[in-house]
């Protein structure tokens, strides 16, 4: 699990069972039609093997020579081979036994993020799930303790790549400790047998003040960096905390100074990785490189942005795109007084980047909001709620507020905490806008056009 909950799936049990998945649909004249794929008949098995989930089903028909063992709809079992071009689809549509319903997660980790959450918010809020699966389709972080050694040879089996992995520690002891499941202690045997399987990985550290830092960090670095170039890169994130840890082991946010020595790591690593691999390899989260005071590393400095998804170079492309935007418009703005709320730890750069490459003519007020909902420790954007934008701005008299997207789920119509897109609007005197989060959206967003 990362350090924020995830709000997109909805927890039915664990995985495929292998029980058999009934067509429910066949295209007409495509290869499964023309050897005698019905709708109503039941896949039991693929060149011998189960099918567990989507995807074994993918893996399996991607050959060019298959023995498809079919029940039929009067409970009759026939084999049926197909030769077709390695590449090309069944045309099938299976029943949604063969959907992925994501494996839980089994660790009780002494920051992950959904043990903080108050109670009585949506059920999708609280799911935890762990499942290599998500991982090689969404890019959603695993810590593999939940995979048993016939489900991690299928992934070995499946050539899963590449996966993101919440490492954490390579030190098992304290791996176990901060995860508090005893299978955490096994991961460096899990990599080095990705690695050996030829596959590749990114892997993502949660860090802990006084746990996960320092020594510890370094131990880490040195350990992942050395599975290069199967181990791609290593994210550095900093712990997320609410105000709801009644109960939960003591662990405290990052101050600046402990974020600065994090830092230092980071920037020694990645000086003695790009001389000896030809690699950063590491890379601090934005959230980090916020709380340290640092600079906003160059685009180069990504390369290419390997994690981009999990915080780390988001603000440098959205400044990116912000600047081009500026550089190319040739349109006037409309006139107006506008306010952007946001995060309290981007509102500074915010401001700059406003001032530096906002249009003429429109007033703009930089605010950032408060996070009672969570907790004053939550200081990102994203986890911005409705019921803190209407209080915090119901004093707002602008012509226009550009709320960023994402602060809302992804069908774009609740907050985290369940109050509506509709009611925030309603409680608000001004026009309400929502801009996606790139730097070109909120360019154009600001000049009104």
């Not at 170039?229 to 939960?248: D, H, I, M, N, Y």
């Not at 003591?250 to 003695?272: D, G, L, N, S």
């Not at 603000?315 to 081009?324: I, M, Q, S, V």
Request: proline share 6%.
């Amino acid at each position: 699990m990362g350090a924020y909950p995830l709000d997109a799936f909805e927890l039915e049990g664990e995985g495929g069972n292998g029980l058999a998945h009934i067509i429910e649909a066949v295209q007409p004249h495509g290869v499964g039609y023309r050897r005698g794929l019905r709708v109503g008949d039941a896949i039991i098995s693929i060149n011998g093997e189960p099918v567990l989930d989507e995807i074994d089903y993918q893996a399996l028909t991607n050959r060019s020579k298959l023995d498809i063992l079919v029940r039929r709809a009067d409970g009759r079992e026939e084999n049926v081979r197909i030769i077709k071009a390695r590449e090309a689809g069944l045309g099938l549509q299976l029943a949604d036994t063969l959907a992925c319903r994501p494996y839980p997660c089994k660790n009780k980790c002494v920051f992950c993020f959904i043990d903080q959450m108050p109670p009585g918010m949506r059920k999708t809020l609280y799911v935890k799930d762990d499942d290599w699966r998500l991982s090689l389709m969404m890019g959603n972080y695993i810590t593999l303790t939940n995979v048993d050694e016939a489900e991690f040879q299928r992934i070995l089996r499946r050539k899963a790549s590449p996966l993101y992995i919440s490492v954490h520690s390579t030190d098992p002891e304290l791996r176990v400790r901060m995860m508090k499941n005893p299978n955490a202690r096994f991961i460096m045997d899990r990599l080095h047998a990705l690695q050996d399987a030829g596959l590749h990985f990114h892997c993502q550290i949660v860090l802990c003040p006084g746990y996960n830092d320092g020594d510890a960090l370094r131990k880490t670095l040195t350990d992942l960096s050395a599975l290069y170039p199967a181990a791609q890169s290593a994210a550095l994130v900093p712990v997320g905390l609410t105000k709801f840890r009644e109960g939960l082991a003591p662990v405290k946010p990052f101050t600046r100074e402990q974020a600065k020595a994090v830092m230092h790591i980071a920037y020694e690593f990645q000086e003695k990785l790009l001389s000896e691999i030809g690699t950063r390899f590491v890379f601090p989260s934005d959230e980090m490189v916020l709380i340290a005071g640092e600079r906003l590393p160059a685009e180069a400095e990504y390369e290419g942005y390997p994690q981009l998804e999990n915080g780390v170079g988001l603000l440098r492309k959205f400044e990116n795109g912000l600047a081009a935007a500026a550089k190319e418009n040739t349109l006037p703005a409309v006139p107006r007084r506008v306010r952007i709320p946001c995060g309290t730890s981007i509102a500074p750069v915010m401001r700059e980047w406003v001032k530096t490459y906002g249009p003429k003519g429109v007033d703009v007020t930089v605010q950032p909001i408060r996070n009672t909902f969570f907790g004053e420790s939550v200081t990102v954007t994203g986890l911005i709620t409705g019921g803190d934008l209407i209080e915090q701005l119901k004093d707002a008299d602008e012509d226009e507020i550009l709320l960023c997207g994402n602060t809302l789920r992804e069908e774009g119509d609740l907050f985290l905490d369940d109050i509506s897109l509709g009611e925030v609007r309603s409680k608000l005197k001004p026009k309400l806008t929502v801009v996606p989060n790139t730097g070109a959206n909120l360019f154009q967003a600001l000049l009104g056009t």
